[in-house]
T-cell receptor, first 114, second 112 residues
Framework: AQTVTQSQPEMSVQEAETVTLSCTYDTSESNYYLFWYKQPPSRQMILVIRQEAYKQQNATENRFSVNFQKAAKSFSLKISDSQLGDTAMYFC???????????FGKGTKLSVKP | NAGVTQTPKFRVLKTGQSMTLLCAQDMNHEYMYWYRQDPGMGLRLIHYSVGEGTTAKGEVPDGYNVSRLKKQNFLLGLESAAPSQTSVYFCASSYWGPYEQYFGPGTRLTVT
């Protein structure tokens, strides 16, 4: 079964600092996509960043970037210049579910402290 | 363009009652999904649909039924609610199965 593992249940960071959230995945697919979703207290699931497995270049979106290590099946999220609004649950997800669904990790709760 | 909407946002049921959750999307997506989110469990797939008139079981389908009579709507039904179905329910849609999904705002359901 395909799995996504987030080993850090909770993390905290000071405002304006940088934090990295870890994710490892296990897939047998040759072509797949990886995502980071953010879930703030409002509960809405918001796509933060997307990585296509066939692209070697790491994806970036403003203050958010990933470190995609395909051989190691690792997909970490780096948040630079952390802001109070970054406080949320962060979910790593992979395509490859047998029903076309996403496979989610259990999430990392990030708190940004002033 | 509203994206994915869900109705209702909150609901409290008594054990044995029934209800239907409605999901609507205006992006002309073929694929639609129902997930449940429980503390420490991430999101788990309940049922999904790959097109109008089609539905299929996901990881945790027991106690739920679904229908997709129109492409834009995906309904999730609970025929006889149980306390174990207390959860937050998310609907999602995507243009293509193995691609990013767009989520609705979620429905918090409590069964007492």
């Amino acid at each position: 079964a395909q799995t996504v593992t987030q080993s850090q249940p909770e993390m905290s960071v000071q405002e304006a600092e940088t934090v990295t959230l870890s994710c490892t995945y296990d897939t047998s697919e040759s072509n797949y996509y990886l995502f980071w979703y953010k879930q703030p207290p409002s509960r809405q699931m918001i796509l933060v960043i997307r990585q296509e497995a066939y692209k070697q270049q790491n994806a970036t979106e403003n203050r958010f970037s990933v470190n995609f290590q395909k051989a190691a099946k690792s997909f970490s999220l780096k948040i630079s210049d952390s802001q109070l609004g970054d406080t949320a649950m962060y979910f790593c997800a992979s395509t490859g579910g047998s029903q076309g669904n996403l496979i989610f990790g259990k999430g990392t709760k990030l708190s940004v402290k002033p | 363009n509203a994206g994915v909407t869900q109705t209702p946002k909150f609901r409290v049921l008594k054990t044995g009652q029934s209800m239907t959750l409605l999901c609507a999307q205006d992006m002309n997506h073929e694929y639609m999904y129902w997930y449940r989110q429980d503390p420490g469990m991430g999101l788990r797939l309940i049922h999904y649909s790959v097109g109008e008139g089609t539905t299929a079981k996901g990881e945790v389908p027991d106690g739920y039924n679904v229908s997709r009579l129109k492409k834009q709507n995906f309904l999730l039904g609970l025929e006889s609610a149980a306390p174990s179905q207390t959860s937050v329910y998310f609907c999602a849609s995507s243009y293509w199965g193995p691609y990013e999904q767009y989520f609705g705002p979620g429905t918090r359901l409590t069964v007492t």
